[in-house]
């Protein structure tokens, strides 16, 4: 029986149900309602199990699960990296991007970011060759620059509203996310008889998925 991890949260939870679903993998109970973080497949296949997406990476890198299923993001920033990252799902499509307070005059020391892709932002700033000053925080990033915590955030854009809600306006794309599927390493060699046709369905429910958005626009 395969093992999936998959992240909890309801912006990749719920774009990557209907995927798994047209490759055969469906929860036996509804994982909205039940409190089980585990839950077999009504094929008995597999088994989905439920956590936070931060951990995913390190469930599939110690061969705790077989398969992750996780936000691009979170890839960039795990220090977990030993495994294989096999497909785009192409759901759960979102800009990591900075943002600030229109017009804002520039600091005069290094620029603040508050963020918590820390690794990414760095990497972004420094290809740059800009100084920054990196300030982790762990969510709710748009009240740093309200509360004069930072100039900037480094953080997920999807619609936009939260920035606007916030007072906040988009500035750079640091990078493009969607959500991706992981295959541990051993895993990949012990059952490769049952992962590689998996990962050849879903592939096919991702192309029937574009295509159908295709013909609806
Ligand atoms: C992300 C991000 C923003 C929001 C952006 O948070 O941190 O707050 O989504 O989405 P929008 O552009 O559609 O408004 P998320 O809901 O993932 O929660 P989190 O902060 O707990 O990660």
Do not use: W
Request: proline fraction near 5%; hydrophobic fraction near 45%.
């Amino acid at each position: 029986m395969l093992t999936i991890a998959l992240n909890k949260g309801t912006r990749i939870l719920g774009k990557c149900l209907p995927l798994l679903a047209a490759a055969g993998i469906e929860p036996a109970e509804d994982l909205g309602a039940t409190r089980k973080l585990v839950v077999p497949s009504k094929c008995g296949a597999a088994r989905l199990v439920i956590m936070r997406g931060d951990d995913v990476p390190t469930f599939v890198e110690y061969g705790a699960a077989d398969i992750g299923i996780v936000g691009k993001d979170t890839l960039l920033e795990t220090n977990a990296t030993d495994y294989y990252e096999r497909l785009d799902l192409g759901v759960a499509r979102c800009n990591l991007m900075t943002a600030g307070e229109p017009n804002a005059t520039p600091p005069v020391g290094p620029l603040r970011v508050a963020t918590k892709f820390a690794k990414t932002a760095v990497a972004f700033f420094a290809e740059r060759g800009q100084q920054v000053s990196i300030i982790k925080l762990s969510g709710a990033l748009e009240l740093a620059p309200q509360l004069g915590l930072a100039d900037q955030i480094v953080d997920i854009v999807e619609t936009g509203a939260t920035l606007k809600a916030n007072g906040l306006v988009p500035l750079e794309v640091v990078t493009e996310i969607s959500t991706r599927v992981i295959v541990n390493r051993v895993a990949m060699k012990t059952s490769h008889a049952e992962i590689e046709p998996l990962l050849g369905r879903l592939r096919a429910a991702v192309s029937a998925r574009a295509a159908n958005a295709v013909e609806a626009s």
